[in-house]
């Protein structure tokens, strides 16, 4: 969802925070170009997927999307993630490519999610990407380390800079954090070498800002392709709740997203929760969800809500997880870029 204008009050209470913040970042910026903060090249070819804003944009699922890519022309790709919200502190592999070796809540929910969804892809997180690249290479010797959310990453350089724009939030209202959705000032997008947007509908002052740049532009979204009862995991084809009423829950960067796809679905929405994107769900939080759904006594969640959800109890109601995969507008063109050729 697009941010809004902040009133005064909150202009007066958010602007000294987003001042420091935007002095801390555009120091950090100038100390790279600089030369003063030294950049790290790692010895294989290195793609990164990222954005300018907080929240999501379609960065892993994207990332599975390349990854996959990537393996079908017979490359070695590795997924090196931060592991954001997960409790390992250490460098580690969430998965060899055959065995999730770590839970969502040590892991983090989309490193986990990744390592759920690929085959023969390994994912390895670590707050130092230069750092956790060279582990996955020395481990699972990759010809391609792919970064899940890495544009902000400056130490490690990339031969690819993937960055994605949705068009639902776009720039925001031009403000850094925590005025408005910015990690960066809007001129980091100079730093990337492709542009992909998330939908169609970019307003106006966001698509000429992204226009002047002459970065090469395309086009993603999401499509729903499986459904799964939570308990069985056993893969439904999504059309099953055309016509049928549903309630929906999610706890992600734009959970609206989420629900308008449920409509498309054909669906009828009975209601909707929201929680806080990569929320930790609770027995208490179950209840909730069991209370407010009981029209319909059918739930559906994301694919990365429904990895925080084992062990809790949801008896008297039946909850379903939607994964997508993402759909590019020139396959490709995007598949030459990836390979460098």
Do not use: W
Request: aromatic share 6%; net charge positive.
């Amino acid at each position: 969802m697009r941010a809004e204008k902040p009133g005064i009050a909150q202009y007066l209470l958010l602007f000294v925070p987003s001042l420091i913040y935007g002095a801390a970042v555009r120091l950090r910026l100038f100390l790279y170009a600089a030369g003063v903060l030294r950049k790290k090249k790692l010895p294989c070819r290195v793609i990164s997927v990222g954005n300018l804003t907080a929240g999501g944009s379609g960065k892993t699922p994207l990332a599975m999307h390349i990854a996959g890519i990537l393996k079908k022309n017979g490359k070695r790709p590795v997924i090196v993630s931060r592991g954001y919200k997960g409790s390992a502190r250490r460098i580690s592999a969430v998965s060899d490519g055959k065995t999730v070796l770590m839970g969502p809540d040590e892991a983090g929910d989309e490193p986990y999610l990744m390592a759920s969804r690929l085959v023969d892809v390994p994912i390895v997180i670590g707050a130092d990407r230069f750092r956790a690249g060279l582990f996955a290479i020395e481990k699972f010797s990759p010809d391609c380390v792919l970064l899940d959310d890495g544009f902000q990453h400056m130490r490690l350089e990339r031969d690819l800079n993937i960055l994605l724009v949705d068009s639902d939030a776009g720039l925001g209202n031009g403000h850094l954090l925590p005025m408005g959705i910015l990690r960066e000032p809007v001129s980091g997008i100079g730093r990337a070498s492709l542009i992909m947007l998330k939908g169609s509908d970019l307003k106006p002052p966001d698509a000429l800002r992204i226009k002047e740049t002459g970065l090469p532009l395309m086009g993603f979204d999401y499509k729903p392709s499986m459904l799964y009862d939570i308990s069985e995991k056993k893969p439904l084809n999504p059309a099953m709740f055309k016509g049928k009423k549903v309630f929906a829950f999610a706890g992600t960067a734009n959970p609206e997203a989420f629900f308008k796809t449920i409509k498309k679905l054909g669906a009828t929405l009975t209601g909707s929760l929201s929680f806080p994107d990569h929320h930790k769900y609770t027995d208490s939080d179950m209840e909730r969800i069991k209370a407010a759904s009981k029209e319909s006594r059918l739930a559906i969640t994301t694919e990365k809500d429904a990895v925080k959800l084992n062990g809790l109890q949801h008896s008297g109601i039946s909850i379903f997880a939607l994964a997508v995969d993402v759909v590019v507008n020139d396959e490709d063109r995007l598949t030459k870029l990836i390979l460098g050729v």
